[in-house]
């Protein structure tokens, strides 16, 4: 049997987006599914999913019953994905900030490595319409995190990645504290712990033309104080 893929696409007010998005994915190869995970977006967002779903096998989705933030998105979706049986698991933004069309990139490194990461930062900066003072704070906050955790990573905050279903299975997901772009840290972070290969591959990152960004400071906050606390417990044995 083929190798499955099941792409996580976290969704809160993407009406703009998501009848656009699912399509690009699917069309990238035929081992692609989606799961939508939609937080009870006011705009509709959940009714054009379920509408997209009923007309496509490969297409699901998974409604909760309020906003819980990125990571919880995720975990809820990582547990769907281990139920059944896909063999790769991506994390995805649902605003065309990561472009389907690396997927098919994506799927040849992850026969030989256990992540595999789009990033922004590998080969020099390719982040296409964000103001200079997000860049810097965007490029910094890596450097940042890579000091503070040893992460050997360039881009420890990128959401665009995937996962075999092995480095999920391995990873304790109700130990896993962070919700925000920390999230991303702490998911790479526990895997590099645990002896799991990761390979960054370059992207270039497009900021969203439609919708609204999710950023806030209370997001930034967290990510500032959540890796101290991650190399705190790497330090006393907690990630392993």
Same mark, same amino acid.
């Given at each position: ?8 696409l ?5 009406k703009e987006?998501?009848?656009r $998005?699912?399509? /690009?994915?699917?069309?990238?190869d035929d081992?692609? =599914?989606?799961l *939508?995970?939609d937080d009870?977006?006011?705009? #509709?967002?959940?009714d ?24 919880q ?8 994905a ?7 698991i991506?994390?995805m933004?649902a605003?065309f900030?990561?472009?389907? $069309?690396y997927? /098919? ?5 992850i026969?030989k =490595?256990?992540i *595999?990461?789009?990033?922004?930062y590998?080969? #020099?900066?390719?982040?296409?319409n964000?103001?200079?003072?997000r ?7 890596n450097?940042y995190?890579?000091?503070v ?11 665009f990645?995937?996962?075999r279903?092995?480095v999920?299975?391995a990873?304790?997901?109700?130990d896993v504290k962070?919700n ?11 895997a ?19 919708g609204?960004?999710k950023?806030s ?24």
């Amino acid at each position: 049997m083929a190798d499955k893929a099941l792409v996580l696409l976290p969704t809160y007010n993407e009406k703009e987006n998501i009848e656009r $998005i699912i399509p /690009k994915i699917l069309q990238q190869d035929d081992r692609l =599914y989606v799961l *939508v995970i939609d937080d009870n977006s006011p705009d #509709g967002t959940g009714d054009i999913a379920d509408r997209i779903a009923s007309a496509n096998p490969r297409v699901m989705v998974m409604h909760r019953e309020k906003k819980e933030g990125l990571g919880q998105a995720y975990i809820a979706g990582f547990r769907w994905a281990l139920e059944r049986d896909y063999n790769y698991i991506f994390e995805m933004d649902a605003d065309f900030s990561h472009d389907p $069309i690396y997927l /098919k990139d994506f799927l040849v490194s992850i026969k030989k =490595y256990d992540i *595999v990461l789009g990033s922004r930062y590998i080969s #020099g900066v390719n982040v296409v319409n964000w103001p200079i003072m997000r860049l810097l704070l965007s490029y910094y906050a890596n450097v940042y995190s890579r000091i503070v955790t040893g992460l050997p990573l360039r881009d420890a905050t990128g959401g665009f990645k995937c996962f075999r279903r092995e480095v999920l299975e391995a990873i304790n997901l109700d130990d896993v504290k962070s919700n925000g772009y920390s999230f991303q840290i702490e998911m790479s972070l526990r895997a590099h712990k645990k002896g799991f290969k990761i390979k960054e591959i370059p992207i270039i990152f497009y900021d969203r033309t439609a919708g609204q960004s999710k950023m806030s400071k209370k997001i930034i906050r967290e990510a500032v104080v959540m890796v101290w606390r991650l190399r705190i417990w790497s330090i006393l044995g907690k990630l392993k």
